[in-house]
């Protein structure tokens, strides 16, 4: 479904679910009602949590927005050279932000595809982009990458494209292998994707990064309680709840929990049922996997890519840029 407006270098389609994908409703009554508990982490991007991510990629401790950036705005001329693609897609673009880094060396002609939940964000983003770029196309895509692929894009011309954010990380290596396998559906052999991957590091500092001193993740973290009481008439008691970060060494990923501080029962109106919860009991919120060279190729080769630049900023706080292109 179309939604053009009146300048013809912005276009915008609504694009269906490919497959359904699980409700907040479904989500809870599947992931909460019953021990391990734990939550999606996409629950926690209303327009409040949406903000405060903002805000935590603004902290100090808080390294990987701040790397990524940096190698973007140290290699986007090169990385736009390598990738030589009319078509960019990006999966989960956000403000595009970052993107601008790239986008200041598109030729005349490119067409960037920004692909988010958010047509508000998207329209608001595109805008901005036209007005800085007079010879970029914006064509925005409106839905949920998670529900599928499936997009209306040009035969015609090379295809990039570009999931950034470390997004990957909140994948389980198995759906992340899957979904890499569904991205390269969408490109051609010699096509690109420009992946952004935070590195195996130190305890501390991974796990300072996602339990900063400023309190800041603490607060997104307990945002999800505010969306649960808001969308399912639910009773949660924020202060009864504590942040907690913590990193397993064994499946290298970051785990973020909420843990009860006092025994308590929680009635969630739309289940017509009452959640219990005992003292030190945790529900998960997100998981954040952090990737090793290694475990980067045992991930992208499987799926059809092979790694031809990785870009890595200095420890402690190493994160990576992979550009991998599509095989034979």
Not at 21 to 48: M, N, T, W
Not at 198 to 210: C, F, G, N, P
Not at 315 to 326: F, H, Q
């Amino acid at each position: 479904m179309h939604m053009d407006g009146t300048d013809p270098r912005l276009r915008f389609t609504r694009i269906p679910p490919a497959r359904r994908i699980g409700s907040l409703l479904d989500d809870v009554r599947h992931g909460l009602l019953q021990p391990p508990r734990r939550l999606p982490a996409k629950y926690f991007y209303d327009e409040r949590g949406a903000q405060l991510f903002e805000d935590i990629c603004a902290t100090e401790d808080y390294y990987p927005s701040r790397c990524e950036a940096q190698l973007l705005a140290d290699h986007g001329q090169a990385l736009m050279q390598a990738m030589d693609a009319r078509h960019l897609v990006e999966l989960g673009s956000g403000s595009s932000r970052k993107t601008r880094h790239l986008l200041q060396f598109a030729q005349p002609g490119t067409v960037y595809w920004p692909f988010d939940v958010s047509e508000h964000m998207l329209r608001e983003s595109a805008a901005g982009l036209v007005a800085q770029w007079p010879e970029l196309q914006v064509h925005g895509l409106v839905g949920d990458y998670h529900a599928g692929l499936d997009l209306p894009i040009p035969d015609a011309g090379r295809r990039s494209v570009l999931f950034l954010g470390g997004t990957l990380g909140n994948f389980r290596p198995d759906q992340a292998e899957t979904f890499l396998r569904e991205i390269r559906g969408l490109l051609r052999a010699g096509d690109t994707l420009l992946l952004g991957a935070d590195r195996v590091k130190s305890t501390a500092v991974l796990e300072r990064a996602y339990d900063d001193r400023d309190g800041v993740t603490a607060a997104f973290n307990l945002n999800v309680l505010r969306v649960l009481n808001r969308e399912l008439d639910a009773d949660f008691d924020l202060a009864g709840f504590r942040h907690r970060a913590v990193y397993n060494t064994e499946a290298q990923r970051i785990e973020m929990y909420l843990e009860a501080i006092q025994d308590q029962a929680v009635w969630i109106g739309r289940l017509d049922q009452r959640l219990h919860l005992s003292r030190g009991e945790r529900i998960r919120t997100e998981l954040s996997h952090k990737y090793s060279e290694a475990s980067l190729l045992r991930l992208l080769e499987p799926a059809g890519f092979r790694i031809e630049q990785l870009l890595t900023t200095p420890a402690p706080t190493a994160y990576s840029l992979v550009l991998a292109r599509a095989s034979d």
